[in-house]
């Protein structure tokens, strides 16, 4: 398995904005090519900023190239981006993915990741 990993700011006024967009464009492509596993995005709080973190994950390069195109080290952005006033990083990382655990105790968590059930 492996995990791709672009970070991002945006503005705290845009934040909820952008991470619906987020929704609507990065994982709605990805999770459309075959071998995407999964996703996950992690917001951290900056002065005045939101950092989004989006991680995710496939089960080969050759999927994260079908996706990304031949250059998997850069980013892949969208035209609306700028609306966002978005501040991307224009190249992502890969890693080897050596454990993946989910502990069962955590319930049920919702397809669009932010809620957990308790169980």
């Known amino acids: 398995m492996i995990a791709r990993e672009w970070k991002c700011r945006v503005p705290l006024t845009h934040s909820e904005g952008f991470t619906a967009y987020l929704y609507e464009t990065g994982i709605k492509d990805s999770s459309s090519t075959p071998g995407y596993l999964g996703a996950q995005i992690f917001r951290r709080a900056l002065t005045g900023k939101v950092e989004l973190t989006l991680i995710t994950y496939w089960d ?45 105790e955590f319930g049920e968590i919702s397809s669009d990741m932010a809620k957990v059930k308790k169980t």
């Open 60 to 104: 080969e390069l050759e999927s994260i190239k079908a996706f990304a195109g031949d250059d998997i080290e850069q980013a892949r952005l969208y035209p609306e981006d700028e609306v966002y006033e978005l501040e991307p990083d224009l190249s992502v990382q890969h890693y080897e993915v050596i454990e993946y655990r989910v502990d069962v």
